[in-house]
């Protein structure tokens, strides 16, 4: 059964400056993959997915998420962060055809210091 | 737009008593997808569906159970509310085309049980 680790459970970070969230997955094959943001009191939005092709994903608001194989992570980055990213991100893992359930990591809520 | 709703967004209910939380999504989507969210746990699969009449349980289904009857609903019903079952819940959709379709999420029912 496929599983995500999402090691870190709270990062804080300055506004403007870099940041990387990290997700490994545990998964037989190819895998699809997907980062969600959560603001409070809200549903799931998706940032991005990858499930084929170039390695490196570009999503909304900015984001972008590498696939590295070797290390099984797909983390997730932005260049300089907004204090609107304030949130909680989530790593998803989905299996190939047939199956359309998503196994989520236990997130990481991201604080940003003005 | 299509979208995906959920009620009541708010509901405090007792211990024993049966509850039901409504999802509708006007996606047009074959799959369906109930979650509970709780600290430290990240999201939960509960129940799903594939399509009309079919119904799964997933990670944490005791206590729980769903029906379709159609493809725009699939409540969620709580057959004798427990506390342990204090939670916020996410109904969360998607197309059925092959794998790694993205799942699109409601906004949240917080329970509490008094």
């Known amino acids: 059964a496929q599983s995500v680790t999402q090691p870190d459970i709270h990062i804080t970070v300055s506004e403007g400056a870099s940041l990387e969230l990290r997700c490994n997955y545990s998964?037989?094959?190819?895998?699809?993959l997907f980062w969600y943001v959560q603001s409070p009191g809200q549903g799931l939005q998706l940032l991005l997915k990858?499930?084929?092709?170039?390695?490196l994903v570009q999503g909304i608001k900015g984001f972008e998420a590498e696939f590295k194989r070797s290390q099984s992570s797909f983390n997730l980055r932005k260049p300089s962060v907004h204090w609107s990213d304030a949130a909680e991100y989530f790593c998803a893992v989905g299996a190939e055809a047939g199956s359309y359930q998503l196994t989520f990591g236990k997130g990481t809520k991201l604080s940003v210091i003005p | 737009d299509a979208e995906i709703t959920q009620s009541p967004r708010h509901k405090i209910t007792e211990t024993g008593r049966q509850v039901t939380l409504a999802c509708h999504q006007t996606w047009n989507h074959n799959n369906m997808f109930w979650y509970r969210q709780d600290l430290g746990h990240g999201l939960r699969l509960i129940h799903y569906s594939y399509g009309v009449q079919d119904t799964n349980k997933g990670e944490v289904s005791d206590g729980y159970s769903v029906s379709r009857s159609n493809t725009e609903d699939l409540p969620l019903t709580l057959e004798s509310a427990a506390s342990s079952q204090t939670s916020v819940y996410f109904c969360?959709?998607?197309?059925?085309?092959?794998?790694?379709?993205?799942?699109?999420f409601g906004p949240g029912t917080r329970l509490l049980v008094l």
């Open positions: 990858y499930f084929s092709g170039d390695t």
């Open positions: 969360a959709s998607s197309a059925a085309t092959g794998g790694g379709e993205t799942q699109y």
């Open positions: 998964y037989g094959a190819t895998p699809y």
